[in-house]
């Protein structure tokens, strides 16, 4: 039976962006522990010749072809220009966001 370590659920926190208190931490330890675990039972069981099952509503998406109108490619072009000029921070024609890694932008 697995057991994560508070080091390890700081270590899933700090990934997830999550802030955890240290009293919280033998709690989410054992929560966590608990979902692994029942992952790990899933993957035991004999799944030979059970049918794959994608959707179980029975609605299928419906796709539209991919094209695009020269005269909504020039107004969407005009429209992103107008977008990246509103964001505080932008270089050339993108938006420039926190970092989710940890640098500076």
Do not use: H
């Not at 994608?54 to 796709?63: D, L, R, T």
């Amino acid at each position: 039976m697995l057991k994560l370590s508070k080091k390890e659920v700081k270590k899933i926190a700090e990934l997830s962006r999550l802030k955890i208190d240290d009293k919280n931490l033998e709690y989410y330890s054992l929560e966590i522990s608990g979902i692994l675990n029942y992952v790990e039972q899933l993957n035991k069981l004999d799944t030979k010749g059970v049918e794959v099952v994608g959707n179980i509503s029975g609605i299928n998406s419906v796709f539209r072809l991919d094209k695009q109108y020269e005269g909504e490619a020039k107004q969407r072009t005009g429209l992103a220009k107008i977008l990246v000029k509103l964001v505080p921070f932008s270089e050339g024609n993108f938006v420039k966001v926190k970092s989710v890694f940890g640098k500076k932008v």
